[in-house]
């Protein structure tokens, strides 16, 4: 992984059952939950395409808190020009996110144990694409809500997210809030259009920002370290997306002894639901342990 050349611990507080230290240098912004036990671990937690540290309705936060009362480091960062990173949104591609999760795994690698990436939706493709470039590293990955990476993804998937998408719209079109923010210009309609009726694919002689410059999923069929995918049910791309790593896993990625997919029942892309949560944390710690 790669060397920092600064660093700042700042003690931001104790918690029962952890501590917490914010990390803010020019490569990285994050927040570190510790232990008050000898660490059995690590485990880089790694946002979604579009969100901060803290994750979607702070599920992040909820489960570094989770991993660092069971024993583990638990380090949840700001991917560039996201949360609190500073960058350029436009500049910031699948590869610049990879490389920003390995900028977070360089911090407490003296602290011993097995590392494990973490990531979800998008993140957990930034996750899988860290490990694959280090399979002697034996580092393993937590994949949460996963859809396959851009050059797989097959026309049945991409009907199914503009489906999803045209439901979710539809759902908040007949909110007062919704009509209230497009009044005052608060609601990008061009990307509304482009969620409904295209292709996340970019047009010819465009960088397609979500793909990456590597075949990433030829390079994970060497990667053999213990691998968990999980999805809920009530997410529409969660079957084809499970079958896909499922396919992937049997073609030779990761360990095939130590890997392990699983479903929430009734949860969404996002795990809103405390239940929902509750069982996410049992079945990572348990997972790890």
Known sequence: MAELTSTEFTPV???????????????????????????????????????PRSGPADVLA?????????????IRFDIPARGDAGGDRNA???????????????????????????GMCSGGNVSLGAVAMHP??????????????????????????????????????VSPRTWSRLIKGEINLDRVKKNVTATEKPASG?????????????ELRSWKAPALF??????????????????????????????????IEGANHNYYGRAWRNELARKIIDFLT
């Open 92 to 118: 910031i591609g699948l590869d610049e996110m990879i490389a920003a999760a390995q900028h977070a795994a360089a911090y407490h690698a003296e602290s011993g144990g097995r590392t494990y990436f973490l």
């Open 206 to 218: 465009e960088r397609n920002l979500k793909d990456s410059a590597r075949d990433i999923e030829s």
């Open 13 to 51: 507080a104790d918690f029962s059952g952890e501590r917490r230290r914010l990390v803010s240098t020019p490569e990285l912004v994050a927040t570190i939950h510790e232990p008050l036990t000898p660490s059995k671990g690590r485990v880089i937690l790694v946002p979604g395409w579009s969100g």
């Open 230 to 263: 999980i999805y809920g049910s009530g997410d529409e791309e969660a079957a084809l997306a499970r079958a896909h790593f499922e396919k992937l896993h049997a073609s030779g990625m990761a360990a095939p002894g130590s890997t392990r997919f699983h479903t």
């Open 62 to 74: 909820f489960l570094a808190t989770e991993l660092a009362t069971n024993g583990w480091t638990a």
């Open 136 to 173: 002697e590293q034996n580092v393993g990955v937590i994949a949460l809500s996963t859809l396959p990476f851009q050059p797989a993804r097959s026309k049945d998937f991409e009907r199914r997210r503009t489906w999803k998408n045209l439901k979710q719209y539809a759902a908040k079109a």
